[in-house]
């Protein structure tokens, strides 16, 4: 059980376009999900808390506008990043909190986004 | 503000060999603790937790962790690796929902 899935799995784009990345709780139902974004080599960055039917909350640092949180259901986030450039090429996992409690998440197996 | 420090950013072992990767924290609370594991181009799996009951944690892959309050370390430990466990671990401690990373180990084991 607590199984996370992400969509895509890969994705390539050019400069200037926007990408979608779903993420699903997919045997449990979560209320609030994480996105983190990791470079290569290096540790995950909480990007933001997407929280069911509010607005995000984002962490120092990251733009809003930039990188768009949508918690639709109690089982589906996405994440879609405006206007990609290179720069925003990364590894971009999410998770959710165990529904059993005690800080525990789960966590979806990412989604490796590439500008060109 | 919640803190983990991971020292050592790579570890190298031959298989067969002890394991011992290592994790300090900062709390103003009494912590919970996490191992997760990461494979490449994957996303990470939890190995153990703490989360104030037994001070040794038994997790999965013949892994354990021990919490030493008075160290505020949280190692984590393996009698014999394996080949398999060549991958990124990282060390986490929860900030009320949210959980703080530390910088990760990267482990290699060679034959």
């Known amino acids: 059980g607590a199984v996370v899935s992400q969509h895509p799995s890969w994705v390539i784009c050019k400069s200037g376009t926007s990408v979608k990345i779903e993420c699903r709780s997919l045997?449990?139902?979560?209320?609030?999900m994480f996105w983190y974004r990791q470079f290569p080599k290096q540790s995950l960055m909480l990007m933001a808390t997407?929280?069911?039917?509010?607005?995000?909350?984002?962490e120092q640092g990251v733009e809003k506008d930039k990188f768009l949180i949508n918690h639709a259901s109690l089982t589906l986030s996405t994440l879609t990043v405006t206007s990609a450039h290179p720069e925003d090429s990364s590894f971009y996992i999410c998770?959710?909190?165990?529904?059993?409690?005690?800080?525990?998440?789960?966590f979806g197996p990412g989604t490796r986004l590439t500008v060109l | 503000a919640q803190s983990v420090t991971q020292l050592g950013s790579h570890v190298s072992v031959s298989e067969g060999a002890l394991v011992l990767l290592r994790c300090n924290y900062s709390?103003?609370?009494?912590?919970?603790l996490f191992w997760y594991v990461q494979y490449p181009n994957q996303g990470l799996q939890l190995l153990l937790k703490?989360?104030?009951?037994?001070?040794l944690v038994k997790g999965i892959n013949g892994f354990e962790a021990e919490f030493k309050k008075s160290e505020t370390s949280f190692h984590l430990t393996k009698p014999s690796a394996h080949m398999s466990d060549a991958a990124e671990y990282f060390c986490?401690?929860?900030?009320?929902?949210?959980?703080?990373f530390g910088t990760g180990t990267r482990l290699q084991v060679f034959p």
């Open positions: 998770s959710a909190p165990s529904p059993s409690g005690g800080y525990e998440q789960f």
């Open positions: 045997d449990f139902q979560a209320t609030t």
């Open positions: 709390s103003s609370v009494p912590p919970y």
């Open positions: 997407s929280n069911e039917g509010s607005k995000a909350t984002y």
């Open positions: 986490a401690v929860s900030d009320t929902d949210k959980l703080i």
């Open positions: 703490y989360t104030s009951a037994a001070t």
